[in-house]
């Protein structure tokens, strides 16, 4: 089988290393790929938006299974125009992805149905968005309503950081269009835990909880980011959490989409959080999730083609999906000044990192002389996976400090709060 990824980065990488497990696929083609995945599949210079690109790809270049991964192709329409040539995709179409493109979509849906979430109030005018601050409950969270790379969200403790994040997003074009209208919610308080699921729209098979560390620095302080490390399994995700989950949240967000007429098929991430009242959706993504696929997909023992496979055929009810026990820890290593502004083409010394871990790369290029450097604001991802998560930590630190590039950053405290919840539960 030749398959086609869509998309570059770390989160690709993860899932191209895992297709090529299956002895059915004789090749891969990543577009556009990166410097890393140029040793795993052969990349090709189309980006992730250019759809009439991809879709031209495509029709002289015959492939077998697509999986688009990023976020913004799949809202955009990629899977649709795919679809469209006959060719079998894993991901949902356009209609489906609103629930991530668009949180005013999702936080409706979620109201309609009476799924568990943050109250909100949604605004496209950016006067009565900064009126309602004046009186509204503190603290609260301000959404950009469209994709921003998972930067769109700030949680203000003041009425001055409120006021702020809304001229940001509402006046500033801080997040482009896609602050245009604004989501001002409630804040919640409790642990977070990420769940993807795989879905065919009619049944849900939920894989490894995780736990992602959005912030910049070292005990959670700074701006969000697209994610500095995950670890995998999320001690907060319990036996019972996770059952409330299945019966209020999962199951019921498949239904709504079905009696919406946007049937949901792929991969469905549930961003929770495990408040006093139970678990609580705070934000609904259209794919994998980026960093925690780095944890999760090590650690499932099915096949992840034959998986996807089920899914676009919707035949996931007769499919295993198993995981491994033990747990996995990704640690991510960024460059100088991330999220704001960076510096790219920093050469980079992978040391011994490749023979100690999974080295997943996420923004990485070549130089005129063939050189790895850097080439985004989240470089690589090192995963270790253990039968424990003390285990697997320290190896993942372990082979990222064999990593060197000038001005490289990482948080050093990934999986440490998880740790001090499992210290508490026995």
Same mark, same amino acid.
């Given at each position: ?13 993860? *899932? *191209? ?97 009476? *799924? ?8 496209? $005018?950016?006067?009565?968005?900064? $009126? %309602? ?44 269009? #896609?602050? #245009? ?8 308080? !409790? ?9 065919? !729209?009619?049944?849900? &098979?939920?894989?490894? =909880? ?8 070292? !005990? ?10 995950? *670890?995998?399994?999320?001690?907060? %995700? ?30 469905? %991430?549930?961003?929770? @959080? ?27 023992? =099915?096949?992840?083609? +034959? ?7 919707? +035949? ?18 960024? /460059?100088? !000044? ?23 790369? /996420? ?33 993942? %630190? ?9 001005? @490289?950053?990482? &948080? ?15």
């Amino acid at each position: 089988m030749k398959i086609l990824v869509v998309g570059g980065g770390g989160r690709e990488h993860a *899932i *191209i290393k895992q297709l090529k497990q299956n002895p059915a696929v004789e090749s891969i083609v990543c577009l556009p790929g990166n410097a890393g995945i140029a040793a795993d599949a052969e990349c090709v210079p189309i980006k992730a938006t250019d759809i009439d690109g991809i879709v031209n790809y495509v029709k002289n270049h015959p492939v077998d299974f697509t999986v688009v991964a990023p976020d913004d192709p799949l809202a955009l329409g990629c899977v649709d125009r795919l679809h469209e040539l006959g060719v079998k995709c894993f991901g949902p179409d356009a209609r489906a992805a609103r629930i991530e493109a668009s949180k005013v979509f999702a936080k409706d849906l979620m109201k309609r149905y009476g *799924i568990p979430t943050a109250a909100y109030e949604a605004f496209d $005018d950016a006067e009565k968005a900064l $009126d %309602y601050v004046k009186s509204c409950p503190i603290p609260v969270v301000v959404k950009a309503d469209g994709l921003a790379l998972g930067k769109g969200v700030t949680i203000c403790f003041t009425r001055e950081e409120a006021t702020r994040a809304v001229r940001a997003a509402m006046l500033e074009g801080a997040f482009g269009t #896609s602050g #245009s209208r604004v989501v001002i919610e409630e804040y919640l308080e !409790g642990p977070e835990v990420s769940v993807l699921a795989f879905t065919d !729209g009619h049944v849900v &098979r939920p894989m490894v =909880s995780s736990m992602d560390h959005k912030r910049v620095g070292d !005990g959670d302080v700074g701006p969000n980011t697209g994610g500095m490390g995950t *670890i995998a399994p999320n001690p907060c %995700y319990t036996p019972e959490v996770a059952e409330r989950c299945m019966k209020e949240i999962f199951l019921p967000t498949i239904a709504a989409m079905n009696a919406e007429g946007c049937p949901f098929k792929g991969c469905l %991430y549930f961003g929770l @959080m495990v408040t006093k009242d139970g678990p609580k959706v705070i934000e609904y993504n259209c794919r994998f999730g980026d960093p925690e696929t780095q944890v999760v997909l090590p650690l499932l023992k =099915s096949d992840l083609l +034959t998986v996807m496979m089920a899914v676009e055929d919707e +035949t996931l009810a007769d499919t295993p999906v198993e995981f491994a026990g033990g747990a996995a820890c990704c640690v991510m290593l960024a /460059s100088g !000044g991330y999220p704001g502004k960076y510096e790219k083409g920093k050469v980079i010394d992978l040391g011994h990192a490749e023979a100690m871990a999974r080295i997943y790369h /996420s923004g990485t290029g070549r130089n005129d002389r063939g050189q790895l450097v850097t080439a985004g604001g989240r470089v690589l991802g090192v995963c270790c996976t253990a039968d424990d998560l003390q285990t697997a930590i320290g190896k993942a %630190y372990r082979a990222a400090d064999e990593i060197k590039w000038d001005g @490289m950053i990482c &948080r050093r405290d990934i999986g440490k709060r998880a740790l001090g919840i499992l210290k508490d539960q026995f």
